[in-house]
Nanobody, 124 residues
Framework: QVQLVESGGGLVKAGDSLRLSCAAS????????TGWFRRAPGKERSFVAA????????RYTDSVQGRFTISRDNTQNTVYLQMNSLKLEDTGVYYC?????????????????WGQGTQVTVSS
């Protein structure tokens, strides 16, 4: 089984950038597709971005397309989410999820592993 730990969250101003990391331990991380999700205050968890095992398939939710970039470094067992031009509505707890069967794009998916989350707060 794989274990995930997110990091890189923080308090930033609108327009700033942050890079989140999802570090994996346990089984071979290169066998796992990985997704980022977020839970905004008072809302349900939603999909942000996902990347396949090789990085050849990438998906984004429409609201982050062109601002966020997901990538992975299998030598470091880490998936990144580069977030640029942050907006107030990007505020939330960001989670990563990994699965060796499916590309994690459903916020209600029963994936093999979920991280504990990292808080991102965007202020005006």
């Amino acid at each position: 089984q794989v274990q995930l730990v997110e990091s890189g969250g923080g308090l930033v101003k609108a327009g700033d950038s942050l890079r989140l990391s999802c570090a994996a331990s346990g089984r071979t991380f290169s066998s796992y597709a990985t997704g980022w999700f977020r839970r905004a205050p008072g809302k349900e968890r939603s999909f942000v971005a996902a990347i396949s095992t090789s990085g050849g398939t990438i998906r984004y939710t429409d609201s982050v397309q062109g601002r966020f970039t997901i990538s992975r470094d299998n030598t470091q067992n880490t998936v990144y989410l580069q977030m640029n031009s942050l907006k107030l509505e990007d505020t939330g707890v960001y989670y990563c999820a990994a699965d060796d069967r499916f590309l994690p794009v459903s916020p209600r998916g029963s994936y093999e592993a979920w991280g504990q989350g990292t808080q991102v707060t965007v202020s005006s």
